[in-house]
């Protein structure tokens, strides 16, 4: 819908600015720069597949997070990891993350 007044010409458009919000406030910088090689490895094997945008950083140091590579054999220290501190209750949230099994996904899919 069209603003009236511009309509009317009492007062010119709004010319709206196009910026990026490349400060990420939620994030420390360890999952800031985790997430940004991952869009680095996007960009470079699909190149048309991601908008090209600067790149983004955190205010908050921290640790950089963990990968696995491979589900260990026991995975003991691994449920340690991802355990709430004092429960015992293993639940998703800002200290834990998601691991996929790649090959038995591909596997499914068949």
């Keep these: 819908m069209a603003d009236p007044l511009v309509k009317a010409g009492v007062r010119a458009p709004v010319k709206h600015q196009l910026f990026q919000l490349s400060t990420n406030y939620r994030s420390h910088d360890g999952i800031v720069q985790a997430a940004r090689f991952m869009v680095d490895l996007l960009t470079r094997f699909f190149p048309s597949s991601l908008d090209a945008l600067t790149p983004e950083s955190a205010k908050v ?42 090959e038995l996904l591909a596997r499914s899919k068949n």
């Design 61 to 102: 140091t921290g640790p950089k997070p963990m990968f696995f590579l491979d589900r260990p054999e026991n995975d003991t220290n691994l449920r340690r990891l991802i355990q709430e501190k004092g429960t015992g209750n293993v639940e998703f949230g800002a200290e834990q993350g998601l691991f996929i099994d790649v």
